[in-house]
């Protein structure tokens, strides 16, 4: 009997912690508002980065360019050598990708 008593009190505490660690465990959902309102957000932080990079781009664009306005009309010698450096700078460019392309096939 005791047997009995004490394997249906063991029963109902385990039963018992079961339906205790259910509730704890059972998984909350967020609403769809949530999901919503986070896509919202990070497409309006996305939008503002990207603006700031365009802003960014296009200034260095104008004062790049405004510098070589500026040598080809007063300091021609500074303008040739911009450009040279810039082919040697896009050579070297294109040599190093052709060689990390090569090293990847093997």
């Known amino acids: 009997m005791t047997d009995e008593k004490t394997s249906k009190s063991m029963e109902e505490k385990l039963q018992e912690a079961a339906r205790h ?3 704890k465990m059972e998984p909350t ?7 919503e ?3 919202e957000e990070q497409t309006a932080l996305w939008y503002r980065r990207l603006w ?4 960014c781009l296009w200034g260095s664009a104008f004062i790049f360019i ?4 500026f040598s080809l ?3 021609p010698l500074l303008f040739v050598l911009a450009q040279v ?3 040697i700078v896009l050579i070297r460019y ?5 060689y990390e392309m090569v090293e990847m096939r093997q």
């Open 21 to 23: 660690t259910d509730t």
């Open 37 to 39: 309102n986070l896509i």
């Open 29 to 35: 959902e967020p609403a769809l508002a949530y999901f």
């Open 94 to 98: 294109f040599y190093k990708e052709r």
């Open 73 to 75: 009309f007063y300091v």
């Open 52 to 55: 700031f990079e365009l802003t």
């Open 85 to 87: 450096i810039s082919i």
């Open 66 to 69: 405004s510098f070589l306005i």
